[in-house]
């Protein structure tokens, strides 16, 4: 009798849970209309918005993003990029709370350099400390160590989310070892969160066992969004399948497929 080891459960974060795993951003496309054709393509029902370069209501006489991504359709998460700090960090997730009406679902991240956009670990752990004391639930951008990724969630942080590489690289998972250790001793969501370049990569972090992937670059900078969006939407379910599923063995050697008994030899 086959056992099964391993049995799907819905993706929960901070008491709310998600059909979809598939979380995407609004920037970089051509225009709204094809940035909510993506979405919708994509199945995401966690969107993510930059409050430093988005319009939420802070700008009345500018386009509000929010007309096409609607409150009551999507989960809002205002993230914090463009942030190299604690203190900016920290003031950008009390804006977004002030302009959607006591939200208190955030994605911290404070980067390091402009360059990399790698995260600044010290001052992500201080504005995490802050927001957490402050009533937010905290989702976390950061690098892909371990021992920082258990230190945020025992700090509090409802979803932790290492890079699989740096920010709009569209490298793909470039450390999955590292990520695999995250995932084993992770008690609260593991979130691919940048790197992702196509569907293959998002099949990977899946498949690895990560508990969804949040990209942007990688939808809207292909060629055609909208068809990408709906491929990342396949990547993320067939990863999801997969995993549980769980893969054959790898052999050193080849293994027919057809037993070898009972052959007619003559």
Request: aromatic residues 4%.
């Amino acid at each position: 009798m086959t056992v099964d080891t391993r049995i799907d459960t819905p993706l929960t974060i901070a008491g709310r849970t998600y059909h979809s795993r598939l979380l995407v951003g609004t920037g970089k496309y051509r225009d709204f209309d094809e940035a909510s054709r993506s979405i919708e393509a994509s199945g995401a029902e966690i969107v993510t918005v930059a409050v430093r370069r988005s319009n939420l209501g802070q700008n009345p006489d500018e386009p509000n993003l929010l007309d096409i991504i609607s409150p009551d359709r999507y989960t809002i998460l205002p993230n914090t990029a463009g942030c190299y700090n604690a203190k900016d960090a920290v003031r950008t997730c009390q804006l977004a709370r002030e302009l959607l009406d006591g939200h208190n679902l955030v994605k911290l991240e404070v980067l390091g350099d402009e360059k990399t956009l790698y995260p600044n670990v010290i001052e992500t752990l201080k504005a995490a400390r802050t927001l957490l004391d402050d009533g937010f639930d905290v989702m976390v951008y950061t690098s892909d160590d371990p021992i920082v990724a258990q230190e945020l969630e025992s700090m509090g942080c409802c979803a932790v989310m290492p890079l699989g590489s740096l920010i709009g690289s569209g490298h793909g998972l470039l450390n999955p070892h590292s990520l695999s250790l995250i995932i084993e001793n992770a008690g609260v969501p593991i979130l691919v969160d940048a790197g992702i370049g196509t569907a293959s990569d998002a099949a990977l972090a899946m498949e690895l066992g990560c508990d969804g992937v949040l990209m942007n670059s990688a939808i809207a900078h292909a060629r055609q969004p909208v068809v990408m969006a709906g491929a990342m939407k396949k990547a993320i379910e067939a990863g999801r399948e997969a995993y549980l599923a769980e893969r054959m063995p790898r052999k050193t050697y080849a293994n027919a497929s057809s037993p070898s008994e009972g052959l007619i030899t003559r």
